[in-house]
């Protein structure tokens, strides 16, 4: 009882909140993930892009440094933007960038 109490006191909850459910948005054998990033009033363009390969997961995770008003238009905006990145780089996202050897 006294966790619920002061957890709403200082703005946290008795249990741990649950992470909203994204629904991933399929795209040439890709699935994208829009997960927008809460900054004050804005929200900034973030998400994942992942694809199966056998039995593993490949996974690339991006964040922008555009803002939006909206979570709804950052979702949008990101899911467009990671449209163009698999149409330019395929499996290349899943490939580590190589190191300058000077």
């Known amino acids: 009882m006294l966790k619920k109490l002061f957890g709403s006191l200082f703005g946290a909850s008795a249990t741990a909140q649950?992470?909203?459910?994204?629904?991933?948005?399929a795209y040439q054998g890709y699935l994208i993930y829009p997960e927008p990033k809460a900054e004050g009033s804005q929200f900034r363009l973030a998400g994942?892009?992942?694809?199966?390969?056998?039995?593993?997961?490949?996974?690339?995770?991006?964040?922008?440094a555009d803002l939006l008003p909206s979570a709804q238009q950052a979702e949008?905006?990101?899911?467009?933007?990671?449209?163009?990145?698999?149409?330019?780089?395929?499996?290349?996202?899943?490939?580590?960038?190589?190191?300058?050897q000077d």
């Open 18 to 25: 649950a992470a909203p459910t994204v629904e991933p948005v």
């Open 48 to 64: 994942r892009i992942t694809r199966q390969q056998g039995d593993e997961t490949l996974s690339h995770t991006f964040i922008r």
């Open 76 to 100: 949008e905006l990101m899911v467009d933007k990671a449209k163009r990145l698999i149409d330019q780089l395929g499996d290349e996202l899943f490939t580590p960038p190589k190191r300058n």
